[in-house]
């Protein structure tokens, strides 16, 4: 059966996408899917997350261009489950590259057959780039599914839209028929703040049973596990953030349809952390 590809975008930056795509594929991973993560990021921001090194030649940026095969560009991460194919600067050039080749909205698409079918990966997600250019595009058009992290902040409602917008249009230009949205993710939520309660109130009216009902609460130790290389679950197992990305994983694999792989034992000392819907951590 071939792997759903689920694209993780918003063209706004600093909304929590690269931190959501690297903690929910961990968290997915942990409940024992094989989970595949590409960074199509030129920034690099979730390869650098995963502790994986820029290597020149180690990205997409070939495979795009058709020379050379997407699956020899998969790297094993450190955390078990996660394979990852890294970004690097390349990438900043591909999109001036791709708008000179006349099917340039279907490169990832033609790329990613092969992961589709025989890469093993129970899951496929792509990190888009913070914008609406032709790699993220390129997601839209190669993915079953997006997923939007949207910021609890004033501006929200007017750019899940503006994304919302552009999927119809690729899905009913014959571009991506497919192309479902999965859902809307509300980030760095802080409790304290009217703001924060008033926005996921405000998209959750507008937009009803496509918001989660996991909250990513704004945590000092979220903004931090970047910096080691690590998702939140591996540098803080105990933090709010980690357990709501497990929670929020759940939800996911629920939505999918996922069944529950085979559970392996969990050690003596495993206490599992109820995810708070607020609060700092």
């Keep these: 059966m071939a792997a759903p590809v689920i694209a993780v975008a918003n063209q706004k930056g600093g909304v929590g996408k690269t931190t959501t795509a690297v903690n929910l594929c961990a968290a997915l991973a942990e409940l024992g899917h094989r989970i595949l993560l590409v960074d199509l990021d030129p920034q690099a921001n979730a390869t650098s997350g995963l502790g994986v090194e820029k290597s020149p030649g180690g990205s997409a940026y070939l495979p795009l261009l058709g020379e050379a095969p997407l699956p020899e560009k998969i790297q094993a991460t450190r955390f078990k489950g996660l394979d990852l194919i890294p970004s690097e600067i390349d990438m ?29 990966h129970r899951l496929i ?3 888009c780039p913070p914008s609406l250019g032709v790699l993220t595009v390129n997601a839209l058009t190669a993915a079953d599914f997006l997923l939007a992290p949207v910021q609890c902040e004033y501006y929200a409602l007017e750019g ?3 994304l ?6 690729i899905r009913n230009s014959a571009m ?14 802080d409790a304290r703040t009217k703001l924060s309660r008033q926005v996921v109130e405000d998209v959750r009216e507008h937009f009803g049973e496509l918001v989660f009902e996991t909250v990513i ?19 803080d197992p105990y933090s709010v953030a980690t357990a709501a990305y497990q929670v929020f994983a759940q939800e996911v694999a629920a939505r999918l349809g996922l069944q529950e792989p085979p559970s392996e034992p969990k050690p003596a000392a495993y206490r599992p952390v109820p995810a708070p819907r607020t ?3």
């Design 92 to 120: 900043c050039g591909v999109e001036v590259e791709l708008t000179r080749m006349e099917d340039y909205a279907f490169r990832l698409r033609e790329a990613m057959k092969p992961l589709r079918e025989g890469s093993g």
């Design 125 to 127: 997600f792509i990190d």
């Design 160 to 162: 899940v839209s503006m």
């Design 164 to 169: 919302i917008e552009l999927t119809e249009q």
């Design 176 to 189: 991506n028929p497919r192309l479902k949205l999965l859902g809307i993710l509300m980030t760095m939520f």
């Design 217 to 235: 609460p704004r945590t000092t130790r979220l903004a931090e596990a970047p910096s080691h290389g690590m998702p939140i679950m591996d540098y």
């Design 279 to 281: 609060g700092e951590g």
